[in-house]
């Protein structure tokens, strides 16, 4: 298992000098990692994934793979493995075929080859499937067969670009895990790219959130939900509300803020710079605010409209001059259009966001 470092790398797609980078990022995935590139159609994604996997060239800054400076070297040397969306699968070989593929290409002998690909159909659940035909399978088992193609060669880097997109729901779901107990086992840096916040949680070790090229934050899914650095990163994981107010007052980790025409106590970066008067705005989560009546909320307003989503609503709610749109964890909420709602904080709920 190794570490990848993406030293203040770049792509600018077009030779014009006015071009601005597609993409500008610097970390370290570390060794053994579940790394998972997150964020919206077009924000870049793709294209780091193919910088690592040496497909694209990066426009500035090195890649390294450990201490092996793999900037220049092409993808075949890399030691990678990779997942597609489309599977990449050839369809008129077996399954056992296709697995071999990368290691007839490293001229690994048939002997060591038989063994070798058995436990890799075994690591993803299709163990005596090495006979049938690719157009035999399921678009799920065809993904496993991906899946064991990747590892086979015991790769030291595990790529995945949105390898469940082509998948129903259910499956999908069954599959996330699937791909996560293959990559733990297997003991190799793994990153994988998708835009569905859900599955990223889920699955990760470690989130990058891209948006606009960037990095808006790399942490750990439970930080990312609870501690959002950026307000698209909080609307962007589990849609939370984004409300703006005033700091009446600090104390230690939380800030009292003005919402609204009530104060909340709400949690805030420690080392964070903050003073009375300034600006800010508060990340709530949907499940820490709760409907109640407006004499004893910390948020009051009046309802413009309300939209049920089955697990939540979402409320256009004018809150005292201030149109927000608030999505409630308790959907059957009995309000209608013209009406005067409450909300009350959770202890812990709010949490300023630093950028
Ligand atoms: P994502 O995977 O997050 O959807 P991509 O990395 O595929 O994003 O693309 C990021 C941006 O770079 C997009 O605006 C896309 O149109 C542009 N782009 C991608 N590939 C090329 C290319 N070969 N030439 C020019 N622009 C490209």
């Not at 190799?188 to 889920?202: K, L, R």
């Not at 703006?244 to 803020?257: D, F, H, M, N």
């Amino acid at each position: 298992m190794i570490p990848i470092q993406l030293d203040n790398i770049s792509k600018t797609y077009g030779e014009s000098a006015a071009a601005v980078p597609t993409v500008s990022v610097d970390f370290t995935v570390e060794q053994g990692e579940f790394f998972t590139l997150l964020g919206p159609s077009g924000c870049g994604k793709s294209t780091l994934l193919r910088m690592i996997a040496g497909f694209i060239a990066p426009s500035a800054g090195t890649i390294r793979f450990a201490d092996r400076d793999v900037t220049k070297t092409p993808a075949h040397k890399r030691g990678i493995g990779m997942v597609f969306q489309n599977y990449a699968l050839f369809p008129h070989m077996t399954v056992a075929e296709n697995v071999a593929y990368g290691l007839r290409l490293r001229r690994v002998s048939k002997d060591t080859r038989e063994p070798r690909i058995e436990r890799a159909l075994q690591r993803v659940g299709l163990e005596g499937y090495g006979k049938r035909r690719i157009d035999q399978l399921s678009g799920g088992q065809q993904q496993r067969v991906a899946l064991a193609r990747a590892i086979v060669i015991e790769p030291e880097v595990l790529l995945l670009d949105e390898p469940l997109s082509n998948l129903d729901a259910k499956l999908r779901e069954e599959t996330r895990m699937q791909i996560r107990e293959v990559q733990k086992a297997a003991e190799t840096t793994a990153v994988y790219v998708t835009h569905d916040q859900a599955e990223a949680m889920a699955m990760s070790d470690r989130i990058a959130v891209l948006a606009g090229g960037r990095a808006h934050q790399i942490d750990s899914p439970q930080k990312v939900y609870n501690e959002p650095t950026t307000a698209f990163v909080a609307r962007f994981i589990g849609r939370s509300n984004v409300i703006p107010g005033e700091v009446i007052s600090l104390k230690r980790g939380t800030a009292v803020v003005r919402l609204g025409s009530g104060d909340a106590e709400v949690r805030r970066h420690a080392a964070m710079p903050l003073s009375a008067g300034e600006k800010v705005e508060v990340s709530i989560r949907p499940e820490s605010l709760n409907v109640t009546s407006a004499a004893d909320a910390d948020l009051r307003g009046v309802v413009r409209s309300r939209e049920f989503l089955g697990s939540t609503a979402v409320l256009e709610v004018d809150l005292e001059g201030v149109e927000q749109v608030i999505t409630v964890s308790t959907p059957n909420v009995d309000v209608a259009a013209g009406d005067r709602i409450g909300f009350a904080l959770g202890a812990g709920a709010g949490w300023v966001i630093p950028e």
